[in-house]
């Protein structure tokens, strides 16, 4: 599921967990980035990707709150021009994908 975003603009963790690890969308492109959450407390079992997120400096390991600010949307039209930019997001539970809609309907994410 994609979310459309302007680029720079903040990118908020949809659930409480770990950010486990910095994620590559592109292996042949490494100005791309994303995040991996995994999740803690009533979260547990799902793991949560995030692509085009410029991560924070040293947020991998730290525990994030639900709607914590974990990073800025980039820039997509540098490698497609006529892109809308946008936050790819991409969940799974216990390792089954899980269809993201069905995960949103369900929680009041991403709110401050």
């Avoid at 592109?26 to 085009?52: A, P, T």
């Avoid at 820039?75 to 390792?95: A, C, M, R, W």
């Amino acid at each position: 599921m994609d979310f459309n975003i302007e680029a720079n603009s903040h990118v908020y963790s949809p659930v409480f967990g770990k950010v486990v690890r910095i994620a590559a969308p592109y292996k042949s492109d490494d100005r791309f980035k994303g995040l991996v959450i995994e999740g803690l407390g009533r979260y547990e079992g799902y793991q949560i990707k995030l692509f085009y997120v410029d991560p924070h400096k040293e947020i991998v390991g730290r525990t994030v709150k639900q709607g914590e600010t974990i990073g800025t949307a980039q820039d997509l039209t540098i490698k497609y021009p006529s892109i809308t930019n946008h936050v790819h997001f991409e969940i799974t539970l216990n390792g089954e994908q899980i269809d993201p809609s069905r995960f949103l309907q369900e929680e009041a994410l991403c709110k401050n």
